[in-house]
């Protein structure tokens, strides 16, 4: 018997949303711009003083992602994620698909975690968010016929579910401090240490042990020796995101984006559809209150010294900065899908975003050769402003061989075996030229050679 699932394929090129794939390739060079320094630098995702340089045009980098890329861009990520599955449910239940439609969903999801497990432990990418992204996808399918203003309400409440264990984070990193400044009291004064100060000591040196000179050198060294090595020194680390961020992070950083992106893609706000006036006015609300938000939080932290204190009580504001700044880029971004300017930039960003997975991944992979042992060893000797210059290079490469493929292709590589995956048959992946003659010399009884018309077609 015919497998009924057989009848439903995945979206055609020609009823993409652009602004959704421009938005998708902006977001994901942005990706690009803050994972460059977990990447390139040992513990330096967050703190330029552990590696990387906190001087001059190194600390000017630093504030400037801090201000405008920082937890957006894996926000808008999320937001998009979130869009992609409800648009492929959507549309399958639209066409009739019924169970079929949650058994391609899920299935797409199932795969998705494994990309995310194979990127993470394979391809050395401790950041890895593929994994995160099909565990709350699981249960985006139970919000997909949710109202937009409850879906912005639910978003709303894990945002404030996640701000109240912050606040429980800082009063906890507050006791530890404290705690170890009566360690330094009762060693100087020659008292013996409580079981609950010895604790505090511990996880204190432990933490500075890493942060260290000699902790980021070993570390470099590390991550500079073979593949294999690499592959078993980043592991427990792998392992420990996987469990924690689990529960720790991703209901109130990713889901909540997540649903916010489904709320938004149903009010038409994603697809360009609202008025010049209307993405204007959101971009100045969103960017005066983000930018005011995060300006605060980067000058405490930089008046902390970059102290575990500054870095805990910035994280109590954290969603109130990087929400709006998101807001804020959506509508900059769909402003400038609308104006009818850099049509040629538009477009190459559209075939970015159009491959959206496989230039992810594509990241990591560059990222593996270049600053592993496995090629050519540079990690933790590129300066954090220095690491912009791969970022921009890479940006440069993929704006150029994006169009290039997708010239030729359906889809991208990993999207085409993800389609595979996903709908359990042979999609078309290479486009072929289909000749056809031009009936109006025929119809005309001209007595030349019929001209040639060539059309880009998918292989059926």
């Known amino acids: 018997m015919k497998n009924v699932e057989n009848s439903f394929a995945p979206i055609m090129q020609s009823d993409r949303i652009q602004s959704l794939d421009v938005m998708r390739g902006i977001v994901l060079f942005g990706i690009l711009l803050m994972n460059i320094n977990g990447m390139g630098l ?57 169970i079929n439609a949650a058994n391609i969903y899920f299935r797409r999801l199932t795969w998705m975690l494994v990309f995310g497990l194979i990127h993470g432990y394979l391809l050395l990418w401790v950041g890895e968010i593929l994994y995160d992204y099909a565990l709350m996808g699981f249960l985006v399918f139970s919000f997909r016929n949710m109202a937009p203003k409850k879906l912005i309400l ?47 000591e511990e996880k204190w040196q432990k933490r500075e042990a890493k942060r260290s000179p000699a902790g980021v050198e070993e570390y470099n060294t590390n ?82 010294k970059f102290s575990l204190l500054g870095f805990s009580k910035s994280n109590l504001t954290y969603d109130a900065g990087r929400v709006p700044i998101a807001m804020g880029h959506i509508a900059a971004i769909m402003l400038l899908c609308k104006l009818p300017v ?22 990591s992979i560059i990222a ?27 940006w440069i490469f993929q704006l150029i061989i994006s169009p290039i493929w997708l010239k030729y292709f359906q889809y991208g590589p990993l999207e085409w075996l993800w389609r595979n995956l996903s709908y359990q048959k042979m999609h078309a992946f290479r486009k072929v030229k289909i000749v056809q003659s031009n009936m109006h010399d025929v119809l005309n009884e001209v007595d030349v050679v019929p001209v040639q018309k060539t059309i880009e077609t998918p292989v059926v």
Not at 45 to 69: E, K
Not at 375 to 380: D, I, K
């Open 42 to 98: 040992a513990h330096a995702y967050s703190d330029p003083t552990v590696s990387g340089g906190a001087t001059g045009w190194d600390l000017y980098t630093w504030i400037t992602t801090n201000m405008f890329f920082e937890g957006t861009m894996r926000a808008l990520f999320s937001l998009l994620f979130g869009v992609g599955m409800f648009v492929l449910l959507d549309r399958l239940e639209k066409k009739g698909a019924g």
């Open 368 to 394: 593996l050769f270049f600053f592993t042992g496995a090629g050519f060893g540079m990690f933790g000797k590129l300066q954090r402003h220095e690491l912009l210059y791969v970022v921009f290079s890479i």
């Open 154 to 200: 639910v978003a709303v409440f894990l945002f404030s579910a996640g701000a109240l264990w912050n606040y429980v984070d800082y009063k906890n990193d507050v006791k530890l401090v404290e705690q170890v400044a009566l360690v330094n009291t009762y060693k100087a004064e020659g008292k013996p240490l409580t079981k609950e100060l010895k604790e505090a």
């Open 223 to 304: 991550m500079r020796k073979g593949y294999f090595h690499v592959v078993g020194f980043l592991a427990p680390i792998n392992m420990h995101s996987d469990e924690d961020w689990t529960y720790r992070y991703d209901p109130f950083d990713v889901l909540s984006m997540m649903l916010l992106g489904i709320a938004l893609f149903k009010l038409n706000i994603l697809s360009g559809q609202k008025s010049y006036r209307f993405y204007g006015i959101m971009a100045l609300i969103g960017y005066s209150i983000g930018l005011c938000v995060n300006y605060y939080e980067v000058t405490m932290i930089i008046n902390s």
């Open 342 to 363: 850099l049509k040629w930039l538009k477009t190459r960003l559209a075939a970015v975003g159009k491959m959206a997975l496989t230039n992810y991944i594509m990241h």
